[in-house]
């Protein structure tokens, strides 16, 4: 009846796409900042899009979610 969490992290695999995420964040926030208009990403799973929100977020912008699984996407909106 309890559950447990286990998150493996094969060759680093985990770090090498968390680093990637976060570069993929900040070029969008770059992008969005001077186009003003929001920007779409590549469809992510839930862990990849948390990862993104929250470095969306502590640049000083907002994300969300739009889609559903398995095409389910970040999107980096304009400041307001």
């Known amino acids: 009846g309890n559950r447990s969490r286990l998150m493996l992290d094969v060759a680093g695999y985990r770090e090498t ?5 976060l570069e993929v964040a900040g070029n969008a926030v770059t992008q969005v900042r001077e186009s003003g ?4 990403l590549e469809p992510m799973n ?3 899009r948390k990862i993104v929100h ?5 640049a000083g912008l907002v994300s969300e979610s739009k889609g559903e699984e398995p095409r389910r996407r970040v999107v980096v909106l304009p400041a307001s």
Do not use: I, K, Q
């Not at 796409?17 to 995420?21: F, G, H, K, P, T």
């Open 46 to 48: 839930p862990f990849e």
């Open 37 to 40: 208009e929001r920007m779409s």
């Open 54 to 58: 929250d470095a969306v977020a502590s």
């Open 17 to 21: 796409r968390r680093r990637e995420l």
